[in-house]
């Protein structure tokens, strides 16, 4: 496996389901990142991990959930969703969080949809 | 509060050149990103902008002007893979990304 890896890719659950998202980057990044994505708006950025320990939190509703075991694992932990949590769920890493190129690299996302 | 603005949607013809535009309002700058995302796929990095300027990778350009809080990506000789939507995001004084909504891009023909 090469770049950053998500599974599953699509994903339907009810609003009384748990489920989990996960994400694997291979690149030796620190910073992992979750971001949701709807149709036509901006990527919204919920989760950011720098070496393991969380830095930002956006204001994300307690139901989504965020474990980060080590660098190179994320998982996105789902319990009693909305139907507009239905939404692209992207996973991203990168170097860390400073300054310079310190691109981030995506993976193809988890398609959402809650019923 | 923080606002990143770019065109919904564009078309353009094979062969031709089009510029897409990207205002921004944050809190720091901290450099200026362009992204390709084709439907159903992950965002790519295309391009980085941290001082005021062209920078040119190829067929792609990209602009930037801080005091104007404006950017712009240049693509030359478009192709129909061309056809995608791009991401316009600002790192501002916490490091974090604030991204626009994205602009369509259709290619004709």
């Known amino acids: 496996e090469t770049g950053v890896t998500q599974t599953p890719r699509h994903l339907v659950m009810g609003m009384t389901n748990k489920k989990s998202l996960k994400c694997e980057q291979h690149?030796?990044?620190?910073?992992m990142y979750w971001y949701k994505q709807s149709a036509k708006k901006p990527l919204e950025l919920m989760f950011v991990?720098?070496?393991?320990?969380?830095?930002e939190n956006n204001s994300v509703p307690s139901r989504f959930s965020p474990e980060c075991p080590n660098s190179s694992h994320l998982f996105l932990h789902l319990h009693t969703l909305q139907p507009e949590d239905s939404a692209l769920y992207l996973c991203?890493?990168?170097?860390?969080?400073?300054?310079?190129?310190?691109?981030?690299?995506f993976g193809p996302g988890t398609r959402l949809t809650v019923l | 509060g923080q606002n990143i603005d770019q065109p919904t949607e564009m078309t353009a013809t094979e062969g031709a050149i089009v510029q897409i535009n990207c205002t921004y309002q944050t809190s720091g700058f901290n450099g200026l990103f362009w992204y390709q995302q084709h439907a159903g796929e992950a965002p790519t990095f295309l391009s980085y902008n941290v001082l005021d300027g062209l920078e040119e990778k190829g067929r792609f350009s990209s602009f930037l002007s801080r005091s104007k809080g404006y950017s712009y990506l240049l693509l030359k000789e478009l192709q129909m893979k061309d056809s995608a939507s791009y991401l316009c995001?600002?790192?501002?004084?916490?490091?974090?990304?604030?991204w626009g909504a994205g602009t369509k891009l259709i290619i004709k023909p």
């Open positions: 995001a600002v790192r501002d004084s916490n490091y974090q990304l604030i």
């Open positions: 690149l030796g990044h620190n910073a």
């Open positions: 991990y720098n070496f393991k320990e969380q830095t």
């Open positions: 991203a890493s990168s170097q860390d969080v400073g300054l310079g190129y310190n691109e981030q690299f």
